[in-house]
Each structure stands twice: as C-alpha cells, then as structure tokens.
C-alpha cells in the first residue's frame, strides 16, 4: 500500500556532494519517524540520519558535521557533502507509519578515492 521510492545515488569522487531524496506514495497514516540508512559491503546495515515528528534529528557519529537531513510531509532528504569512500554503501530510505516500518528498495552511492 506504502511505496517509498529513493533518487540521487551515483558515483562520485572524494570530497565531492550527493543528494539523496526519498517520495512516499499511497495513504500516509500516523507517521512518526523518517530517515536514512546505509549498508556497505561485507558491513551491517546502520542508521545514517533520522528525524521524528517533533523535528529532532539524530546522525551516525561518521557523518556529523558532513550530512543533513531535511522532510516534507511525505519526502526525506540526505544532503550529503564532504564524501568519503568509507561512505560507500547502498542507502535505504525508512518512513515508520502507524508503528510499522517501511523501506525503500535503496539507492546505490559510490565514492571513489
């Protein structure tokens, strides 16, 4: 019922920006969180950048100072400047609706040295 459907990702060299974006289709009901997350190869997924209805927000120690998130009612936003090859990975869009998760099928994001 729910789709989210990220854009942005590609390859990009050291030090270079990248802006992720992520739209939700279909009924949005009680949405209570939004955010970003990552995997990288041969890593566990981990949050990128999250932010909840109250509009406080939370980054990965990694991308502090280098990473903003921003949202619409039904879009989240990464910017994401300073890049580095450890920030390789494939970035998945999160939305919890009504107490239940929902993810993107992911965007690819490669740095290259």
């Known amino acids: 019922q729910v789709q989210l459907v990220e854009s942005g990702g590609g390859l990009v060299q050291s030090g270079g920006s990248l802006r992720l974006s992520c739209a939700a289709s279909?009924?949005?009901?009680?949405?209570?969180?939004m955010g970003w997350y990552r995997q990288a190869p041969g890593k566990q997924r981990e949050l990128v950048a999250i932010?909840?209805?109250?509009?406080t927000t939370n980054y990965a120690d990694s991308v502090k100072g280098r990473f903003t998130i921003s949202n619409g009612r039904s879009t989240v936003h990464l910017q994401m400047n300073s890049l580095k090859p450890d920030d390789t990975a494939v970035y998945y869009c999160?939305?919890?609706?009504?107490?239940?998760?929902?993810w993107g099928e992911g965007t690819l994001v490669t740095v290259s040295p």
């Open positions: 279909g009924v949005i009901f009680r949405l209570s969180a």
């Open positions: 932010i909840i209805s109250s509009g």
């Open positions: 999160y939305f919890q609706m009504n107490t239940r998760d929902y």
